[in-house]
Structures are given as structure tokens and as C-alpha cells.
């Protein structure tokens, strides 16, 4: 009898004890997390990068950031690695000119420079995605424009532009990756000040006020995207939105879908942490 209890007892803290190291204080279920507003935002920037990941906006590669909420002129990103992978341990601090701050010798995405170089330049920007979306790839690579055909994508009736490296790399540089500040203010400039853009052969980048912002962009950019290939295939004039055309703050700040979406996030990772 008392054996048998003994075993219950066990089986009860393998199932609790993962649960109750989430909820310890200084502790969250994507690692340890930080006082105040950065502590804040670095939890939100991991579950972005969950949640990009999820949404198969990003798999290994792509990226997310967001400005330090107690200086503009850094910003925050995780160290080079899968995004569906990241903890707050991984989180690094940059300055605009994309430098490790604070001694982090840690190893970087090679193309933070689109992030410190469009942060110089847009100070309405707090936030910033650059994925790989197979969906994107044939509007930068042909001559038809990607326009906003769904209400969910009317940021994009700012026009979505086309970086097109080739324009901006130096003799003998052959890389399609933005590897540079020089390569990352070209591309900020043909940015403008559009809400997202398309690189040619290599993917887009989306940028916003805030991360629940920009991750819902990103997720409707590559639906859109989908959504405006399918209809080309009807053969017909597509009717796209029309300039003016809008919605209200509740669809256009994605908070409604960012707490589903969190939720999921969060879901995952409490069952990863019991297996």
C-alpha cells in the first residue's frame, strides 16, 4: 500500500514539477526573464519568434527584432539560431550600427544590418521581420506587383517595393545576403516608407510599431501573397483593394490574433517542457 502511494506521489510531481519551475519568480516558461520594460519586451520578442515559427512564416532561418524600449538606439534580436528555438537567454542587444553591446561575442545573424539600418532611418519603426516565405519569392522575380487583394494585408497599400541587391553590391561580391551597413541602408532607402518589401530571390522584410503588429503583417503579407497568385490563375482583372480602403484599430494592430497565437505558443512549449 504504501508503495503503491509512493509511486502515485511520483507520477504526480513528474506531471506539476514542470509547470511549477514556469511559475517561479524571475522565471518563465522561455527561460529566465528580466526586470521592466526591456525584461518585457524580451518576452515578447521570444514568443514573436515562436509564434513566426508556428505560423511557417520563418522555419530555420528569418528573423525578428524590436527597438530597446528604454534606449532607441539599440535593438534586440536573438542570436543567430533557429527561431522556433529561442529563450530569453538567446536575446542580444545591438546598436543601430548592428554591434553586439555588452561584451556578447556571441555568434550573429548575418543580416541584422537590415534592422540597425532601417531603424536609423524610420523612428516610427519598433519592430522588424525578415523571413524567407516561399510565397513572396515570384512577385520579387517577375514584373508583377504585389498589391493588397485581402483586408487583412491593407498595410500594403503603401506599396510594396522590390530590393534588388544586385544594384548594391560591390565588384566581386556575389553573396545574396545583406552582409553590410552599406547593403542594409540600400535596402532601408528602397524601403521608404512603406510598411513591407520584397527581395528579390531571397524573401521580405515587414516592419511596424510593435511586435504584435509586425508578426501579424508578416503572417497576412505571405497570405496575401498566396491569396494574389491563386487569383491570377483565374485568367480575370483582379479587383484589389482601393486606396483609402481600411480597417479599424482591431483588425489592423493583429492584437486578437497575437493573443491566439501567443496562447498556442505558450501551449507548446508547457507540453515540450513535460515530455
Known amino acids: 500500500m504504501l508503495l503503491s502511494y509512493l509511486r502515485w506521489l ?34 515578447d520578442l521570444v514568443i514573436a519568434n515562436h509564434i513566426l515559427a508556428n505560423q511557417g512564416v520563418v522555419d530555420g532561418y528569418g528573423h525578428v527584432s524590436i527597438r530597446n ?13 533557429a527561431p522556433g528555438l529561442v529563450t530569453a537567454a538567446d536575446i542580444m542587444t545591438f546598436d543601430l550600427d548592428s554591434n553586439p553591446l555588452g561584451g ?15 531603424y536609423k532611418v524610420r523612428p516610427d ?17 517577375t514584373d508583377v506587383p504585389l498589391r493588397a487583394i ?63 503588429q509586425v508578426v501579424g503583417r508578416s503572417v497576412y503579407f505571405q497570405i496575401n501573397a498566396k491569396l494574389q497568385a491563386q487569383a491570377i490563375t483565374f485568367g480575370r482583372p483582379i479587383n484589389f483593394l482601393a486606396p483609402g480602403e481600411s480597417v479599424p484599430p482591431a483588425v489592423s494592430t493583429y492584437l486578437r490574433a497575437w493573443e491566439i497565437w ?13 515530455k
Not at 106 to 118: A, L, P
Not at 126 to 137: D, Q
Not at 262 to 274: H, I, V
Open 10 to 43: 511520483c507520477a504526480r510531481a513528474a506531471l506539476v514539477a514542470p509547470v511549477a519551475l514556469f511559475l517561479l519568480a524571475g522565471e518563465t516558461m522561455w527561460g529566465a526573464g528580466a526586470p521592466g520594460e526591456r525584461g518585457a519586451a524580451v518576452n
Open 69 to 81: 524600449p528604454e534606449n532607441p538606439n539599440q535593438y534586440m534580436m536573438a542570436r543567430s539560431m
Open 104 to 118: 556578447d561575442n556571441r555568434t550573429s545573424y548575418v543580416e541584422r544590418f537590415i534592422h540597425g539600418e532601417i
Open 125 to 141: 519603426v519598433k519592430a522588424i521581420v525578415h523571413s524567407h516565405s516561399p510565397e513572396l519569392i515570384p512577385f520579387g522575380v
Open 150 to 212: 485581402y483586408h487583412m494585408a491593407v498595410f500594403l497599400e503603401d506599396g510594396t517595393p522590390v530590393y534588388e541587391i544586385r544594384d548594391f553590391r560591390g565588384p566581386g561580391d556575389k553573396s545574396m545576403l545583406v552582409h553590410s551597413r552599406e547593403l542594409g541602408a540600400a535596402l532601408a532607402r528602397v524601403l521608404g516608407k512603406s510598411s513591407a518589401m520584397l527581395m528579390r530571390g531571397h524573401g521580405g522584410v515587414v516592419v511596424a510599431n510593435d511586435l504584435p
Open 262 to 274: 501567443k496562447l498556442e505558443a505558450e501551449q507548446r512549449q508547457a507540453q515540450a517542457g513535460t
